[in-house]
């Protein structure tokens, strides 16, 4: 018999590939409400700057059997298009490195100032991937994880918790990488795509450098179309409501869980108090302190403790000039489009030029010359006028999005539960190995079949990663 019905609370990637799978696992008669659905904050943030919308950050790599390709491909979604540009690595005084638009010119470069490393980078870079894609073939067989590190084991053994453990400073040092590699592009790599230093665990900066890689792309009309796709193929009732509360009925109760939230009454804006029963909830929303305003009641002990803080990182768009000169260039045509930063003391993290997330028939991207452009600035606090203005000559346009953003990494580092209690399971454990959309898409996965694992007393298909394990 299956359940009558299942909550799934936060409508991102995690929230969206749970409610995906779980219509998969238990069929077409259970009844999946999703609440805070429009409540994507994040990754999938846009922004409107003039007419045109762009997003906040998130990249897809081209790895076939990758949820997040699959997600696209199955739901008629294209890529966007690209355009070619070029990055340069600032140390704070001036570029240590500009990319060239000839790739033969780049790879000597790169040989030239980081030797072999950059080699083997793509070495370390593809055999990390090959470990960690053995959860697909795991997942595919129905097994699931009580834990972020009973995942992490299955899919690389020891070697991927310890990566949990270490920095990436110090794991790039054991795997013979030079300090100049680790201090200028693994640095790059996560004040880019984490707003940190090499002080952030080593799996973090191996998933930040594959996102360093070229050829990444993004969704035509914004990565937020994957959820929004997902849950409309996957029958799910959106619920606008937040919630407050999850209560445990007594033990024998059909259903289990009772949830109370509050939702704006559409006809005089007035706040409403209503409750719901489910017999599985789905929290895909962060628990950590600041984050939720969750409350758990009658449990017969406390829940597992969800630790750590997370990071702010603001995304400040302007539509305008470069200051060409701020950076020491001449010719501002020569500008690089992606500007990522080296060194913590920095006021940003990274400054890039975007286009829309629609591109029109015919469209021609500006150069970084115009006054057009548009460029993201990452920072980890809202910039002065005076500082936005030493970076763009002219501002026509700017928006603001705060955000917080990821974890805020420390190592060694911690690793969460996916099992609050028996039905009741947690996306978000998943974000502190590493946050990224991909490993939403896991994190998904993984509690829809914790859910039908648990319901149907699958016992022997969670936490097989340690006897099944291949050792490294
Ligand atoms: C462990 C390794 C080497 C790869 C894991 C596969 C994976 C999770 C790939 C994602 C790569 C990527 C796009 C990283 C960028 S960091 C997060 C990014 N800012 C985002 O928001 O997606």
């Known amino acids: 018999k299956s359940p009558s019905n299942i909550a799934v609370i936060g409508g991102g990637i995690g929230g969206a590939s749970s409610a995906h799978y779980l219509r998969k696992l238990f069929g077409d008669d259970v009844s999946i409400d999703m609440y805070e659905p429009r409540k994507v904050g994040g990754r999938l943030a846009t922004v ?43 140390n704070g005084q001036e570029f240590v490195f500009t990319e060239s638009s000839w790739s033969l010119v780049t790879l000597a470069k790169l040989l030239w100032r980081y030797g072999w490393d950059c080699v083997w980078l793509n070495s370390l870079i593809g055999r990390t991937l090959t470990n960690f894609e053995n959860i697909y073939t795991l997942q595919d067989a129905g097994n699931a994880y009580s834990s972020v590190e009973e995942l992490l084991y299955a899919m690389g053994g020891a070697k991927f918790v310890n990566m949990t453990q270490t920095s990436t400073a110090q794991g790039l040092k054991e795997e013979g990488f030079s300090p100049r590699f680790i201090n200028e592009l693994a640095m790059a790599a996560n004040r880019e795509n984490y707003g940190q230093t090499v002080d952030v665990p080593f799996f973090v900066g191996a998933v930040s450098l594959a996102g360093a890689q070229p050829g990444l792309w993004s969704v035509e009309g914004g990565n937020k179309r994957v959820p929004e796709e997902l849950v409309k193929a996957a029958k799910v009732n959106l619920i606008p409501g937040e919630v407050s509360k999850v209560t445990l009925k007594n033990s024998d109760d059909r259903p289990k869980f009772l ?82 930063t080296i060194n913590a003391d920095v006021m940003f993290n990274s400054i890039g030029k975007h286009t829309p997330l629609n591109i029109s028939k015919g469209y021609t991207p500006v150069g970084p010359e115009s006054e057009d452009a548009v460029w993201k600035v990452f920072s980890q606090r809202p910039l002065a006028d005076s500082e936005i203005a030493q970076l763009f000559t002219v501002v026509k346009d700017s928006q603001v999005v705060d955000w917080l953003a990821y974890p805020h990494y420390a190592s060694p580092g911690h690793l969460e539960t996916f099992v609050l209690y028996d039905g009741l399971y947690y996306v978000n454990g998943i974000e502190w190995a590493a946050s990224a959309m991909e490993m939403s898409a896991i994190g998904g996965r993984n509690v829809a079949l914790l859910s039908y694992n648990w319901w149907h007393g699958l016992d022997g298909k969670v936490d097989t990663g340690r006897t099944t394990k291949t050792e490294l």
């Open 259 to 340: 949830l109370q939230y509050q939702l704006k009454d559409p006809n005089n804006n007035q706040i409403l108090t209503e409750q719901k029963g489910y017999d599985i909830v789905i929290v895909a929303t962060p628990l950590n302190e600041g984050m939720s305003n969750i409350t758990f009641t009658n449990f017969p002990t406390p829940l597992p403790e969800i630790k750590g803080k997370f990071h702010r990182t603001v995304a400040n768009f302007v539509r305008g000039k470069l200051n060409a000169e701020y950076f020491g260039i001449s010719d501002p045509k020569a500008a690089p489009t992606g500007i990522m």
């Open 48 to 90: 409107k700057i003039g007419d045109e919308e762009f997003e906040s950050g998130g990249s897809i790599i081209h790895a076939k059997n990758h949820y997040m390709v699959k997600f696209a491909e199955e739901l008629g979604l294209k890529h966007r298009k690209t355009f070619p540009g070029h990055f340069a690595l600032y």
